[in-house]
């Protein structure tokens, strides 16, 4: 359990094979020029009750970790990516912090915001689709291709499939996210003077759950695709919101080491979400005068 949690605090990002989008309100990143200071990414964990997942079970079995481990090892990994990811392009400031200070303050964030769900795009969930036909192609080319070499051949009925009519998951059709919402206007002037603050990165919850769609039958395979999914929001110091989405990746339901999930998904996760954080540019007075 030790080495585990040494990974957590020093790991380093392996490329891995895998499906990753990013699906969100806006699909662009912004460039904010700001005058000298108020220049940190502050980067805000989500609250351990927005910890969703279907496989700790698993996890636990695989890696000998209780449920408060594994999310709190989910928690620190996602935190660990998005540092990683964050700190060539932002001074950055992170809110996961074992310091009494810093945990106040996380809290004083925690209670002066909400939550919102709302829909993401119909042109970002039609991307989505997108996504889930290729991940299928892969998935039964390797099924094809195992059962050509144990002589066996293939039904295509079965096997690990994401039906692209399932996708979605609420009456409507529209697939939806969690959304950060504002409670205490305050939190952003307190956090911009004690923190130098520019830009604000709030990860609203952690879904690990099997991919949509699946069928009762796929479970017995053994190898059925499990999604991760990041729901987020970026504010800037003013307290308006310039982005708000989700980021997936996809994963077999036989990898089960805490730690490979973490150093080839999570990491990749975590990389999209870095996609939608605008740039900063920071520029003396002087400098946007000439301009």
Known sequence: MKKILLFLFVFVSIPAIAQDETYGTDTKQDTLFYFGENSRLLIFPFEPKLYMSDIDREIGE??????????????????????HEAKTNYDVIRMHAD????????????????????????????????????????????????????????NPKTGTWVEEG??????NGNEKFMAKTIINTNVFNYC???YQAGLFLFINQLDIKHAPGLEWQQYGSDNYPRQIKVHYSVFNKEGQEVFAGIAVSYFSSQTNSIKKIIVDHVTEVAKEVMKKVPVLVVQETEELLKD
């Open 62 to 83: 695989n890696n000998g970790l209780n449920f408060q481990e594994i999310r709190g090892y989910f928690r620190l990994g996602l935190d660990n990516a998005l540092f």
């Open 192 to 194: 911009v003077e004690k």
């Open 166 to 171: 399932q996708v979605l998951n609420n009456p």
């Open 99 to 154: 310091e009494a200070d810093v945990n106040k303050d996380l809290q004083y964030v925690y209670k002066s915001t909400g939550y919102q769900y709302r829909e993401v795009p119909k042109e970002e969930e039609e991307e989505q689709k997108k996504v889930i036909k290729a991940y299928n192609k892969v998935v039964q080319r390797v099924a094809e291709e195992t059962a050509k070499l144990k002589g066996e051949q293939l």
